[in-house]
């Protein structure tokens, strides 16, 4: 009898999650990076640097309330971007993972964007991107640990077209944008479908002397019902290391960058949860970031000073 009672919470609990589960799966929302500045392009295609010919990398961890179970969220983002001088247009490529208990997420696309000079130093970008995002679903991990029944073929989804535009002013010392991604596109009605998002942001970076420099930036994102705020501040020293703080209305965060060599950047970002969702969550996020940029033939942009883009 006693076996059978736990047999049939285990099945109640694995009910209980997919159902939860189904309710989220076609609309969750695109991950809040708090280093904002370090992945611009997920955000926005108009986002890809037009001041030089280099080649730009990053890669990001994002690692959800960690220590917080098994079922906690985790993102992976790699973005790539090259401009091409005498076209005044850059390509760029986005690679996003999401993964929590039963769903993983994945989302590829390809980014282009044209630069318009307006003034001795200003720009305005416009951007497109296009690509795929996909659902994949496997067991849930219950709360004792144990794997629930396989998921029902009535939340799974089918690839779906994954579409976004954005335009972005920028000098030497500003940068301004706003964009729209996930468009309200379905191939199939069994086709993926993200909630549609709306970014705007603006940041400001004013020098104080030859050493030192600050960078706020102010961020808005909207998707449905939910919008959320980032402000950051940002100190740099001698083109070598930055620190600040941001918060969000959900969070707190405390962040750190070094740049390792002439190519390298690596960054850190600690969020720490505010408001109702310390009450669920209390454990803090963790957030790496590893950057290059660099140009095999153009070794002169080695000592580029930093600016308003990266």
Same mark, same amino acid.
């Given at each position: ?90 390509? *760029? ?37 296009? *690509? ?17 029944? $396989? ?36 191939? @199939? ?75 390298? @950047? ?15 969550? @209390? ?26 883009? $990266?």
């Amino acid at each position: 009898m006693m076996m059978k009672m736990k047999k049939i919470k285990k099945l109640i609990m694995a009910g209980m999650a997919l159902l939860a589960m189904a309710g989220g799966a076609r609309a969750q929302q695109d991950a809040q990076f708090s280093q904002f500045y370090a992945n611009r392009l997920f955000y926005s295609p108009a986002a890809i640097v037009g001041t030089d010919e280099l080649f730009r990398a990053s890669l990001t961890d994002r690692e959800q309330w960690w220590g917080g179970g098994r079922d906690r969220p985790s993102y992976r983002l790699l973005n790539a971007t090259q401009f091409f001088m005498g076209k005044k247009m850059g390509v *760029g490529l986005t690679v996003y993972e999401w993964n929590q208990n039963i769903e993983t997420d994945l989302l590829a696309k390809l980014s282009y964007a044209y630069h318009l000079q307006v003034g001795q130093e200003a720009f305005f970008s416009f951007g497109v991107d296009a *690509g795929v995002v996909h659902g994949f679903y496997k067991r849930p991990i219950l709360p004792d640990g144990s794997y629930g029944p $396989d998921v029902d073929e009535a939340i799974k989804t089918k690839p779906n077209l994954d579409l976004g535009l954005g335009v972005e002013f920028y000098t030497r010392e500003i940068v301004a944008g706003v964009s729209v991604q996930h468009l309200p596109i379905r191939i @199939t009605k069994d086709s993926k479908k993200l909630q549609l998002h709306a970014y705007y942001y603006f940041g400001y970076l004013g020098k104080i002397n030859r050493d030192w420099a600050l960078y706020p930036m102010l961020v808005m994102r909207m998707a449905g019902r939910s919008t959320n705020l980032d402000i950051s501040m940002r100190v740099f020293y001698h083109n070598l290391l930055h620190f600040g703080v941001g918060y969000r209305l959900d969070a707190a965060v405390i962040m750190a960058g070094v740049n390792i060599g002439p190519h390298f @950047t690596f960054s850190y970002a600690c969020d720490i949860p505010l408001g109702n969702i310390r009450h669920r969550f @209390t454990m803090p996020s963790h957030e790496f970031v590893l950057t290059y940029r660099g140009c095999l033939s153009c070794p002169y942009h080695n000592t580029m000073p930093i600016n308003a883009f $990266d």
